[in-house]
Every structure is written in structure tokens, then in C-alpha cells.
T-cell receptor
Framework: NAGVTQTPKFRILKIGQSMTLQCAQD?????MYWYRQDPGMGLKLIYY???????DKGEVPNGYNVSRSTTEDFPLRLELAAPSQTSVYFC???????????FGSGTRLTVV | TQLLEQSPQFLSIQEGENLTVYCNSS?????LQWYRQEPGEGPVLLVT?????EVKKLKRLTFQFGDARKDSSLHITAAQPGDTGLYLC??????????FGTGTRLTVIP
């Protein structure tokens, strides 16, 4: 049971560079989410998707973009990386709005 | 003011001790979830409580949802080193937004 798979696990970016964080789930969940976790700040929702072709902004979307071309994949794109985007990024999926989330193991991103 | 206040922020106890951590709010929620997060991993769902006054048990962990559905507690009996981690409570705030508290970081010393 793979669940939610995130790659890469670690990445260092220079200011202004771009990258895509990959997320894939094999549970046929319609709902997928991207969160960032900063020390002492809890998890903040960046973007979410309720199904293929549908995405929407969460609480902290600035500086990020997403796409959802298939049920399985939900990549997060960072354009023009900034030090404020240094964080741990978690992808999650769910059967629906009132169900528990299954999280990936995270991507630790440092922007220098 | 945070929507969810978790206390204590940090807790360090000896193996075998009992402990309780809290998740409080001034808002009413239809349900509340508890997660545990270990270092280098994502949060893992422990339980969902939906009814005011509800008590759920998961081995040595007991979860309670307040009568008014504004708060919840997690009690661990005879803590073990494997219980070490960050305990997060979370609530649904509108469609498709699970809001997390900042967590209680528990360390159980062998």
C-alpha cells in the first residue's frame, strides 16, 4: 500500500529558481491537498483539488501553482523561489470533505 | 487569536506516566480530528469525533469531544516511548479546508 507518495524528500533551491513537487496517490481519492508546515505554525493549506481538472486556492496560495490532470497526480509548482518558501510541504488525499486525510511523508525545501 | 489552541505546547514525561493534552476553541464544530506526526513523516489520523460528549478509545489513548463541541482532550495511559510525537487536532472550516492547531509535542523518556 503506497498511499500518498511525495518526491523529492529534500531539495535546496536558489532564490529565483523554480521547481515542481510531485505528489501521487493510489487510493482513487478525489480530494487532494497541499499544505506547508513551518515550525510552531501548524499546517497551512496552499491549494486543494476536488477532482481531476478542478483546483482552488487555500489559505496561502501566493507563489505557488497546481494542476490536476489525473485523479492520481497533484503536482505543486514553485515559480521564482523565495526564502519565505523554505518549509516542509505535505501532500494529502481524502475520500471527501468529512473524511480523514492521508498524508505523504513530506518534502523539506530550503531556499537560499 | 488562533482558531484552535492546543496545550501544553511541549510535554516531557517518564515512561509509564499518564498525560492529557487539550484542544480548545471558542467556536462550535461538527467534528474534530486528532493526528499524530512523527519526525520526518506526515501526520497520521488517529480518530474523528463527531458527537458532543463522545468518548473514543484507541488502545491506551482516550479521546473526548466536549459536550458543546468546542473542545477536545486526548488522554494517554501508561505512556510509552513509541507515543513520542507531535499531536495535532484539526477541524473542518468551510468546504475543503481542514484547519490544524499548532500541536503538542510529546516526549516520553524511557
Amino acid at each position: 500500500n503506497a498511499g500518498v507518495t511525495q518526491t523529492p524528500k529534500f531539495r535546496i533551491l536558489k532564490i529565483g529558481q523554480s521547481m515542481t513537487l510531485q505528489c501521487a496517490q493510489d487510493m482513487n481519492h478525489n480530494y487532494m491537498y497541499w499544505y506547508r508546515q513551518d515550525p510552531g505554525m501548524g499546517l497551512k493549506l496552499i491549494y486543494y483539488s476536488v477532482g481531476a481538472g478542478i483546483t482552488d486556492k487555500g489559505e496561502v496560495p501566493n507563489g505557488y501553482n497546481v494542476s490536476r490532470s489525473t485523479t492520481e497526480d497533484f503536482p505543486l509548482r514553485l515559480e521564482l523561489a523565495a526564502p519565505s518558501q523554505t518549509s516542509v510541504y505535505f501532500c494529502a488525499s481524502s475520500r471527501g470533505d468529512r473524511y480523514g486525510y492521508t498524508f505523504g511523508s513530506g518534502t523539506r525545501l530550503t531556499v537560499v | 487569536t488562533q482558531l484552535l489552541e492546543q496545550s501544553p505546547q511541549f510535554l516531557s514525561i517518564q515512561e509509564g506516566e499518564n498525560l492529557t493534552v487539550y484542544c480548545n476553541s471558542s467556536s462550535v464544530f461538527s467534528s474534530l480530528q486528532w493526528y499524530r506526526q512523527e519526525p520526518g513523516e506526515g501526520p497520521v489520523l488517529l480518530v474523528t469525533v463527531v458527537t458532543g460528549g463522545e468518548v473514543k478509545k484507541l488502545k491506551r489513548l482516550t479521546f473526548q469531544f466536549g459536550d458543546a463541541r468546542k473542545d477536545s482532550s486526548l488522554h494517554i495511559t501508561a505512556a510509552q516511548p513509541g507515543d513520542t510525537g507531535l499531536y495535532l487536532c484539526a477541524v473542518q472550516t468551510g468546504a475543503n479546508n481542514l484547519f490544524f492547531g499548532t500541536g503538542t509535542r510529546l516526549t516520553v523518556i524511557p
